[in-house]
C-alpha cells in the first residue's frame, strides 16, 4: 500500500457511473416513472473507492475525491463551453450524491474549489511539485498534466513527461474536442494535428505549427481564436490558478514564451511560402512524375 502517498480521484466520472446505475427508469406506457435508491448508490459509492484503492494500491484514507463545482469559470469566459449538453439528462439520483458527499466532505476526503471542475483540481495539485500526488481518471484530458496517473489500457502507472504533456494540449487545440464544445482549428483532425508537431522539440514550435493554421483560416483573427480554444483546453495547473483568481486570465502562450507580432508575421510568412513551393512541386503518378 502506498500508506504514504496520496491519489486524487476524478469523483465526477465515478458519481455519474453511480448515478446511471443506481436509477430505475418504468415505462407504463402513458405515463414514465424514475426513482433511486440512497442506499444503493452509498454502497456504489463505497464499493467503487475500495475497487480504486485495492487496484492502484492506496489505503482508502489516502484517497483525495475530487469533485466539480456547480459553477464553472469556463462557462463565464467562454459561453459556447459544453453548451452542447444543455440536453444531456443527468441522472436522477446524482444531485442527491453530490450533496451527500459535500455533508460527509471529511469522510471521503472531498476535494472541490470555487468556480473549477474536478479535473482541474487534479491539475492544480498535481503540479504543485509534490511527487507523493498521482492522479486516477478516465478522462483523456488529464494527459496535459506532466503528472504520476493511472493508465487503464497498461492498468498500471505512468508519468507523462513535460513534453508530451504539452504535445497532447496543443493536438487538442487543433483537433478541438466536440464533448466539451470547443472546436479547435477548422479541417484539422487527429491525422493532421499528430503530424503538424511530431517534430517539435518544444513549445514554441508548437505554438508556431498551431498559429499559422489558425492563420491560414483566420487571418488577423487567428491569436484570439487559438487563445478561445487554448483557454477551453487547458486543465488548470498550478501556476494558471494563481494567475486565474489574482487576474482573471486564461493560459496565454503567446505573452509567457515573449511572441511579438513581427515573429507571428514571419511565422505565417514562411508557412505560406512552404505551401506555395509545396505546390510547384511535380506530383507523381504511378510512380513517375
Not at 509567457?256 to 503518378?285: H, S, T
Request: proline share 2%.
Amino acid at each position: 500500500m502506498e500508506k504514504s502517498k496520496t491519489l486524487i480521484v476524478d469523483g465526477d466520472i465515478l458519481n455519474f457511473t453511480i448515478g446511471r446505475v443506481t436509477e430505475d427508469i418504468s415505462d407504463f406506457g402513458d405515463q414514465v416513472c424514475k426513482s433511486f435508491d440512497e442506499e444503493s448508490i452509498i454502497k456504489h459509492l463505497e464499493s467503487g473507492l475500495d475497487n480504486i484503492a485495492e487496484t492502484c494500491g492506496y489505503a482508502r484514507e489516502n484517497i483525495i475525491y475530487s469533485i466539480s463545482c456547480d459553477k464553472n469559470y469556463r462557462k463565464e469566459l467562454f459561453p459556447t463551453y459544453k453548451s452542447n449538453r444543455k440536453t444531456v439528462v443527468k441522472p436522477l439520483g446524482l444531485k442527491w450524491l453530490r450533496e451527500y458527499l459535500l455533508e460527509n466532505a471529511e469522510k471521503y476526503n472531498v476535494l472541490m474549489i470555487e468556480n473549477l471542475e474536478a479535473d482541474d483540481c487534479m491539475g492544480i495539485f498535481g503540479t504543485s511539485g509534490d511527487l507523493n500526488i498521482s492522479i486516477y481518471s478516465q478522462d483523456k484530458d488529464l494527459r496535459t498534466i506532466p503528472v504520476r496517473q493511472w493508465d487503464f489500457k497498461k492498468r498500471d502507472f505512468v508519468t507523462p513527461t513535460e513534453i508530451e504533456s504539452m504535445r497532447f494540449l496543443y493536438t487538442q487545440v487543433l483537433t478541438g474536442d466536440t464533448v466539451d464544445g470547443y472546436k479547435g482549428c477548422p479541417r484539422i483532425g487527429k491525422v493532421k494535428a499528430e503530424a503538424a508537431l511530431k517534430d517539435c522539440t518544444d513549445e514554441l514550435q508548437m505554438l508556431e505549427q498551431c498559429y499559422v493554421r489558425y492563420h491560414k483560416v483566420y487571418g488577423e483573427e487567428a491569436k484570439t481564436m487559438l487563445l478561445t480554444q487554448m483557454g477551453q483546453a487547458r486543465i488548470l495547473h498550478q501556476l494558471d490558478y494563481i494567475a486565474l483568481i489574482n487576474f482573471k486570465v486564461t493560459y496565454n502562450p503567446f505573452e509567457i514564451l515573449r511572441v511579438c507580432d513581427d515573429m507571428l508575421v514571419d511565422w505565417a510568412f514562411q508557412y505560406n511560402e512552404r505551401l506555395l513551393e509545396a505546390k510547384k512541386k511535380p506530383k507523381k503518378v504511378n510512380g513517375a512524375i
